[in-house]
């Protein structure tokens, strides 16, 4: 029997306002419809930031204390925003073998609650065909969005939520807290500067880059050296030092660029799961396609699916292509693993 496995991350589906990056929808369900007419049994992993809770704002504000309330609120307004999507991923799951799996990731880890996952489920249909999880795994196969090989945006899936005072929440990364609490103002400020790779938004938008200090400065004096005084008793907010030594010590000061991380995080995931064949990552918004011989397996990154471009040496803005990595298996056999591009 045939089998394709076929992944795509950060699709970072919003509310449709200056905050929401995702644009070219068109693309994404030509593209789930042609997923939907390959023959055997195809399964669809959504690998992380599918959805991007974390620049939503909720009733008109942003905040890091998420309650189940919350996140079902955002999960209504993405699904009104894009129907035609969400019925496009019901008619692939109504061919009867195909299935989809969602993998969350730091933008959509509002996942995790069983509320937003009954209202996937209730949407599209077929709730037994749809699963969600950390990660996707063969015994060939680790797929994970690539948040958990950063210090930034590791969560962990046995604790995702906490009480605080009197309240559920979601037990954010770090990372999640700085973005709504500090940075979320500079993409409401430029929110079209975003949408290129952060290194080349800086050398090509003064003031975008100018802003991005500013708000650096502030959040390294309140968010890090006084947090202890002016977040006390907030456990979301706490500040995950071990993990900002760990990025120094590996990375410097680098937060930019995400093609120095690629092999460091690789690493990190093949010692956590060794033995695979092929290894995929998304999170990095950029495009990755590597053949290890000497070890026998293949890493892929695939790159967003959001509105989002590239500066070429001309000052020429150039819209990314769409990735997605495409695994076939034959009577269970694992056949070919390939980077492809959607246009």
């Known amino acids: 029997m045939l089998k394709n496995i ?43 930031d599918t959805f991007d809770f974390l620049k939503m ?40 073998a195909n299935e989809i799996h969602f993998i969350i990731g730091n933008h959509d880890y509002d996942l995790h609650w069983p509320g937003v996952q009954k209202l996937l489920q209730q949407t599209l249909g077929h709730p037994n065909k749809i699963t969600f999880g950390g990660s996707f795994d063969t015994k060939e196969l680790h797929v994970e969005h690539g948040n958990q090989v950063d210090y930034f945006y590791k969560f962990t899936d046995e604790n995702p939520f906490l009480k605080h005072r009197g309240k559920v929440l979601l037990n954010l990364p770090f990372g999640n807290m700085v973005v709504t609490r500090y940075f979320i103002e500079l993409k409401r400020l430029f929110p079209l500067e975003e949408r290129y790779p952060r290194h080349q938004a800086f050398d090509n938008f003064p003031a975008f880059a100018k802003m991005k200090q500013k708000i650096a400065y502030n959040f390294i004096i309140k968010g890090i050296f006084l947090n202890f005084i002016l977040s006390l008793g907030d456990p979301i907010a706490s500040v995950p030092y071990l993990n900002l030594i760990k990025h120094v010590f590996t990375h410097g000061l680098e937060l930019h660029d995400e093609m120095k991380f690629i092999k460091k995080r690789f690493k990190s995931m093949i010692k956590l799961y060794p033995g695979r064949q092929a290894y995929i990552m998304g999170h990095l918004h950029i495009t990755h396609h590597e053949v290890n011989a000497a070890k026998n397996h293949i890493q892929i990154v695939t790159n967003t699916w959001r509105e989002e471009y590239d500066i070429s040496r001309n000052k020429e803005h150039v819209l990314k292509p769409k990735t997605y990595a495409q695994i076939t298996y034959e009577n269970d056999q694992l056949q070919k693993v390939d980077l492809l591009t959607y246009s």
Do not use: A, C
Not at 32 to 43: H, Y
Not at 78 to 91: A, G, H, K, M, V
């Open 6 to 48: 076929f992944v795509i991350s950060d699709v970072e589906l919003g509310q449709g306002d200056i905050f929401d990056d995702f644009k070219d929808e068109h693309l994404l369900i030509g593209f789930l419809k042609k997923i939907t007419q390959e023959k055997g049994k195809n399964i669809l992993i959504l690998n992380g």
């Open 57 to 96: 704002h909720y009733q008109g504000r942003f905040t890091h204390h998420i309650t189940e309330e919350i996140s079902v609120w955002k999960m209504q307004r993405i699904i009104e925003t894009y129907p035609r999507i969400f019925q496009t991923l019901r008619e692939f799951l109504n061919k009867s």
